[in-house]
């Protein structure tokens, strides 16, 4: 099971970016996703999550309304919208992966991760 975050990059304070969890051998949507952000010298925050079984999406109280997660099952891809975004925002992003039939979030931690995107919000 291996996982790639890919789509990050430099963006000016109110720009978008929208990263992409992608898959290689195995199928996305048959997994919980998750996105986790680990900014320079805090420790690692989840963001958002989908679920496995029926899709319901969640998105950390701080970040509703601006931050988004969606999947395409045709492209085998999850994706993390992220609008009006902020230098707080700074940090390296990170998916990951696993089965959890609750119809939201994992109350674990998951068993899949993969390489971090990093996301620099900055004038």
């Known amino acids: 099971v291996q996982l790639q975050a890919s789509g990050g990059g430099l963006v000016q304070p109110g720009g978008s970016l929208r990263l992409s969890c992608t898959a290689s051998?195995?199928?996305?949507?048959?997994?919980?996703i998750g996105w986790f952000r680990q900014a320079p010298g805090k420790e690692r925050e989840g963001v958002s999550c989908?679920?496995?079984?029926?899709?319901?999406?969640y998105v950390v109280e701080s970040l509703k309304g601006r931050f988004t997660v969606s999947r395409d099952n045709a492209k085998n891809t999850v994706y993390l919208q992220m609008n009006n975004l902020k230098p707080e925002d700074t940090a390296v992003y990170y998916c990951?992966?696993?089965?959890?039939?609750?119809?939201?979030?994992?109350?674990?931690?998951?068993?899949?991760w993969g390489q971090g995107t990093l996301v620099t919000v900055s004038s």
């Open positions: 990951a992966a696993d089965h959890y039939a609750g119809g939201s979030c994992p109350p674990y931690e998951y068993s899949y």
């Open positions: 051998g195995f199928t996305l949507r048959h997994y919980a």
């Open positions: 989908i679920s496995e079984s029926n899709d319901s999406t």
